[in-house]
């Protein structure tokens, strides 16, 4: 008990004796204030004294009045759009009277209802009835009273006389009551813990400035006459030389055989560090605030912190929002129909940019928003021209109660268009190349492929067809920095005309830049991931597929992506340097042409090669996550290597081919092909276009 001892010995400022009206003006701007245990008076100024709360008011009043606030008109059932030319528009968001912005106002009418649980402004109106004006009033000076059996404001003038306002002219915000008229006065209800805050603040400075001397005994070897006053003079000079935090260091001089005796901190009181830490907890939970935001960072983590901030949000910001919404759309608008004012909160609920992005990219591809309001919820202007208001949705998404009704695509995506490549095929042969959606489904269906396993794979090359534009940028984007990279090696490699030096220089740079690679082809694999897993979980009758281990499996197939990328690109710079230098040719244009057949022609093979085993791949993950195996299903055109996999089975962990394996399937006229690699799923060769379904 000793610092509470300690602190309610602290000085008590009288509330009596008032000599004139100014003095009782000068109490009532103060608050009325109340004596707590700690003998602190505590009005909703001396309470801004202490930090905890003076950080805690300040926010919050910041936070409400730095929100945008609008009037708005319903539009249709559930729409709605901001109304510019409402009277109140300009008067809430701008400036509510010739003396305030509104920030200002909205700071002011909030630090009221915290510090006195209610905000008041007199509403001043036109002849027409037209709020033109919204001025505060101080909380401390007006009554509510009942007369005639309607609700009036009483309050005194600054000129000094009374007035009296009827309940339509008042802006009357209330915080938690017990009437639901008038709110509680927060300082009056934290009285003591706000009391023990200044307290143990008033001891700890009076401690610190009485130099840490305060515990001094000074002991004399001989008797003093009580009525010489010698004692008191002793004590004096003691204090006027040692006294204060200046002169705590100054040595000691001692007479007459005196001794000093200088006694610790007793324990209970050192323990008022401990306790001022306590208070700003306390004052937190009056408030409803996370203590990291009265700057107590004790308790909050990386892994918290965005959370914590979510339910200062939710939990302390929101609910003053609405009561400031409800009661402007009461008093200002009378609750019009189809206009109300509202609060634009979003602002506060940004995560961060990753979490942000993954959030609109899935509101954006499911068709919620479009590119232009994207832009504008990152503060960017919109597109120019009509391309951002364009709404995307998945091409694999129909009516539930239409599926069984299959409709055909206009094209494979999967193949050129072989009119144009100026062939002398036949109709026949034409149809063996390339077959539009219904021709596909009769060819899978004639095959013995079930309706439902054939509807899963037109979706998919749906979905494809979709993607292999996006995987054509992704690799022109990465031409686009081979071309300057390579090029640059190769004109110093080959001063030389030193192949060694370039193949080493050239696996260095890709090295270096392969998560530049990655990261061109990272956003589109994933995306093109989650539009192929629900199809293949429709196909197989899944509820659901572990998104972790879906989550890891793409990043690996990412990966897998880029080094195939980068070996290939690799492996045939080499190679034409290689085959220059040997034909005496030279070998820097050898590279620069190859880099220009690139551009040409790899944009197209690339695309044509990701999206078959994207589509594969993808939705044998969910075959093998939900139990089942996988079967190959050959497509369109004849090839003697596919058809001879056509309708073979594996399971997880099994491939199709295995690396090291001389293929040479019956009617095969090109020679055996040798397996690198281990397949699993299609694509089988370069320009491979088979599938895979559920077996």
């Given at each position: 008990?000793?610092?509470?001892?300690?602190i309610?010995l602290?000085?008590?400022?009288?509330?009596?004796?008032?000599?004139?009206?100014?003095?009782?003006?000068?109490?009532?701007?103060?608050?009325?204030?109340?004596?707590?245990?700690?003998?602190?008076?505590?009005?909703?100024?001396?309470?801004?004294?202490?930090?905890?709360?003076?950080?805690?008011?300040?926010?919050?009043?910041?936070?409400?009045?730095?929100?945008?606030?609008?009037?708005?008109?319903?539009?249709?059932?559930?729409g709605?759009?901001?109304?510019?030319?409402?009277?109140?528009?300009?008067?809430?968001?701008?400036?509510?009277?010739?003396?305030?912005?509104?920030?200002?106002?909205?700071?002011?009418?909030?630090?009221?209802?915290?510090?006195?649980?209610?905000?008041?402004?007199?509403?001043?109106?036109?002849?027409?009835?037209?709020?033109?004006?919204?001025?505060?009033i101080?909380?401390?000076?007006?009554?509510?009273?009942?007369?005639?059996?309607?609700?009036?404001?009483?309050?005194?003038?600054?000129?000094?006389?009374?007035?009296?306002?009827?309940?339509?002219?008042?802006?009357?915000?209330?915080?938690?009551?017990?009437?639901?008229?008038?709110?509680?006065?927060?300082v009056?209800?934290?009285?003591?813990?706000?009391?023990?805050?200044?307290?143990?603040?008033?001891?700890?400075?009076?401690?610190?400035?009485?130099?840490?001397?305060?515990?001094?005994?000074?002991?004399?070897?001989?008797?003093?006459?009580?009525?010489?006053?010698?004692?008191?003079?002793?004590?004096?000079?003691?204090?006027?030389?040692?006294?204060?935090?200046?002169?705590?260091?100054?040595?000691?001089?001692?007479?007459?055989?005196?001794?000093?005796?200088?006694?610790?901190?007793?324990?209970?009181?050192?323990?008022?560090?401990?306790?001022?830490?306590?208070?700003?907890?306390?004052?937190?939970?009056?408030?409803?605030?996370?203590?990291?935001?009265?700057?107590?960072?004790?308790?909050?983590?990386?892994?918290?912190?965005?959370?914590?901030?979510?339910?200062?949000?939710?939990?302390?910001?929101?609910?003053?929002?609405?009561r400031?919404?409800?009661?402007?759309?009461?008093?200002?608008?009378?609750?019009?129909?189809?206009?109300?004012?509202?609060?634009?909160?979003e602002?506060?609920?940004?995560?961060?940019?990753?979490?942000?992005?993954?959030?609109?990219?899935?509101?954006?591809?499911?068709?919620?928003?479009?590119?232009?309001?994207?832009?504008?919820?990152?503060?960017?202007?919109?597109?120019?021209?009509?391309?951002?208001?364009?709404?995307?949705?998945?091409?694999?998404?129909?009516?539930?109660?239409?599926?069984?009704?299959?409709?055909?695509?206009?094209?494979?995506?999967?193949?050129?268009?072989?009119?144009?490549?100026?062939?002398?095929?036949?109709?026949?042969?034409?149809?063996?190349?390339?077959?539009?959606?219904?021709?596909?489904i009769?060819?899978?269906?004639?095959?013995?492929?079930?309706?439902?396993?054939?509807?899963?794979?037109?979706?998919?090359?749906?979905?494809?067809?979709?993607?292999k534009?996006?995987?054509?940028?992704?690799?022109?984007?990465?031409l686009?920095?081979?071309?300057?990279?390579?090029?640059?090696?190769?004109?110093?490699?080959?001063?030389?005309?030193?192949?060694?030096?370039?193949?080493?220089?050239?696996?260095?740079?890709?090295?270096k830049?392969?998560?530049?690679?990655?990261?061109?082809?990272?956003?589109?694999?994933?995306?093109?991931?989650?539009?192929?897993?629900?199809?293949?979980?429709?196909?197989?009758?899944?509820?659901?597929?572990?998104?972790?281990?879906?989550?890891?499996?793409?990043?690996?197939?990412?990966?897998?992506?880029?080094?195939?990328?980068?070996?290939?690109?690799?492996?045939q710079?080499?190679?034409?340097?290689?085959?220059?230098?040997?034909?005496?040719?030279?070998?820097?244009?050898?590279?620069?042409?190859?880099?220009?057949?690139?551009?040409?022609?790899?944009?197209?093979?690339?695309?044509?090669?990701?999206?078959?085993?994207?589509?594969?791949?993808?939705?044998?993950?969910?075959?093998?996550?939900?139990?089942?195996?996988t079967?190959w299903?050959?497509?369109?055109?004849?090839?003697?290597?596919?058809?001879?996999?056509?309708?073979?089975?594996?399971?997880?962990?099994?491939?199709?081919?295995?690396?090291?394996?001389?293929?040479?399937?019956?009617?095969?006229?090109?020679?055996?092909?040798?397996?690198?690699?281990?397949?699993?799923?299609?694509?089988?060769?370069?320009?491979?276009?088979?599938?895979?379904?559920?077996?």
């Amino acid at each position: 008990m000793g610092i509470i001892k300690n602190i309610r010995l602290g000085r008590k400022v009288s509330r009596a004796g008032f000599q004139s009206v100014a003095d009782i003006d000068q109490l009532i701007e103060r608050g009325w204030g109340e004596t707590s245990f700690t003998g602190s008076d505590i009005s909703g100024d001396t309470a801004m004294n202490l930090s905890a709360v003076f950080c805690a008011v300040n926010i919050i009043s910041q936070t409400v009045a730095s929100l945008p606030l609008f009037v708005y008109r319903r539009v249709g059932e559930i729409g709605k759009k901001r109304f510019p030319n409402h009277p109140l528009f300009k008067l809430l968001h701008n400036q509510p009277n010739p003396e305030m912005t509104s920030f200002a106002f909205r700071e002011t009418m909030q630090s009221h209802l915290l510090l006195w649980g209610n905000a008041y402004a007199q509403i001043v109106r036109n002849g027409m009835g037209q709020v033109i004006a919204l001025w505060p009033i101080n909380p401390t000076a007006i009554k509510i009273e009942r007369e005639a059996g309607q609700i009036v404001y009483k309050y005194r003038g600054a000129d000094g006389q009374n007035v009296t306002l009827s309940a339509d002219k008042v802006l009357h915000i209330p915080g938690l009551g017990f009437n639901g008229r008038t709110g509680y006065s927060v300082v009056k209800k934290a009285k003591q813990s706000m009391g023990l805050g200044l307290g143990t603040e008033e001891f700890g400075a009076r401690f610190f400035g009485d130099g840490a001397n305060s515990e001094i005994i000074l002991k004399h070897p001989g008797r003093f006459d009580s009525k010489s006053g010698a004692p008191e003079r002793m004590r004096n000079q003691f204090a006027e030389n040692y006294g204060g935090l200046s002169k705590s260091h100054k040595p000691l001089i001692l007479e007459e055989g005196m001794e000093i005796e200088r006694l610790t901190i007793p324990p209970d009181d050192a323990q008022f560090l401990q306790t001022r830490k306590f208070q700003v907890e306390e004052i937190a939970r009056w408030f409803n605030m996370p203590p990291h935001k009265l700057k107590d960072l004790e308790r909050a983590t990386f892994s918290n912190i965005e959370e914590q901030q979510l339910e200062f949000v939710t939990d302390c910001i929101r609910p003053w929002l609405v009561r400031w919404e409800q009661s402007l759309c009461w008093k200002l608008l009378d609750w019009q129909d189809g206009v109300f004012v509202e609060y634009l909160i979003e602002g506060l609920l940004r995560g961060n940019i990753k979490d942000r992005y993954e959030a609109y990219q899935l509101a954006r591809m499911n068709g919620i928003i479009n590119a232009d309001e994207w832009r504008g919820l990152e503060n960017m202007n919109p597109q120019e021209g009509e391309q951002g208001k364009i709404y995307l949705v998945p091409l694999n998404m129909q009516d539930a109660s239409k599926i069984n009704e299959i409709k055909p695509v206009a094209s494979n995506p999967f193949e050129g268009n072989d009119e144009e490549e100026g062939g002398d095929e036949e109709e026949g042969d034409k149809e063996e190349k390339s077959l539009d959606g219904a021709k596909l489904i009769t060819r899978l269906l004639e095959r013995g492929i079930e309706k439902r396993a054939a509807a899963s794979i037109q979706s998919r090359r749906r979905v494809a067809s979709r993607y292999k534009p996006l995987f054509e940028l992704a690799t022109r984007q990465i031409l686009e920095k081979e071309r300057k990279g390579v090029m640059t090696i190769a004109k110093k490699a080959f001063n030389e005309r030193d192949v060694t030096d370039f193949s080493k220089k050239t696996y260095d740079w890709y090295e270096k830049n392969k998560p530049t690679i990655r990261k061109a082809f990272a956003g589109v694999v994933t995306s093109y991931a989650n539009d192929i897993k629900p199809i293949a979980m429709e196909e197989v009758g899944a509820t659901e597929v572990d998104t972790n281990r879906l989550d890891t499996y793409v990043n690996e197939y990412v990966d897998k992506v880029s080094n195939r990328y980068a070996a290939s690109s690799r492996g045939q710079l080499v190679s034409v340097a290689r085959k220059a230098i040997e034909a005496e040719r030279d070998p820097i244009e050898a590279v620069e042409a190859r880099i220009a057949d690139w551009e040409l022609k790899r944009p197209d093979k690339v695309s044509n090669r990701e999206i078959v085993n994207g589509e594969c791949a993808f939705a044998q993950f969910v075959y093998f996550e939900s139990g089942f195996e996988t079967r190959w299903v050959t497509m369109g055109k004849s090839c003697p290597y596919c058809d001879s996999l056509n309708g073979i089975v594996i399971s997880r962990g099994g491939s199709f081919l295995s690396a090291g394996t001389a293929w040479e399937p019956e009617g095969a006229t090109h020679g055996p092909m040798v397996i690198s690699t281990n397949i699993s799923h299609p694509a089988a060769h370069s320009g491979c276009d088979c599938s895979v379904m559920a077996g």
